[in-house]
């Protein structure tokens, strides 16, 4: 498992979350994605983060490299490219 967490400029959140759950949901798991969460910035309606775990690094550099990832994403309401820090995940703690 590969986890990445992506910073995202966004013009509208709507429009995002309706992009992102359907035409962007077909191009994650097109290249290996087991889910994703969406979180958003409480200080900033226009930023959101995401958090995507995918079968393997080379999973997500495919999905990078995909031509037909950009557009989709602009189509969302992205007004920049996603910054994309990985992650290792080291605990996971019951409330």
């Known amino acids: 498992?590969?986890?990445t967490l992506?910073?995202?400029s966004i013009g509208d959140l709507a429009t995002?979350?309706?992009?992102f759950a359907t035409?962007?949901?077909g191009m994650r798991r097109k290249h290996g994605s087991h889910g994703a969460e969406v979180l958003g910035a409480?200080?900033?309606p226009n930023r959101v983060y995401v958090l995507i775990d995918w079968e393997s690094r080379e999973h997500f550099e495919r999905f990078r490299a995909?031509?037909?990832v950009?557009?989709?994403m602009k189509s969302g309401g992205a007004t920049a490219p996603p910054r994309f820090t990985p992650l290792t995940r080291v605990g996971s703690?019951?409330?």
């Open 6 to 8: 992506a910073e995202v």
């Open 23 to 25: 035409r962007g949901a």
């Open 16 to 19: 995002f979350i309706s992009v």
């Open 66 to 68: 995909d031509p037909d």
């Open 42 to 44: 409480a200080e900033d």
């Open 70 to 72: 950009p557009p989709t």
């Open 1 to 3: 498992m590969y986890t």
């Open 93 to 95: 703690f019951p409330a």
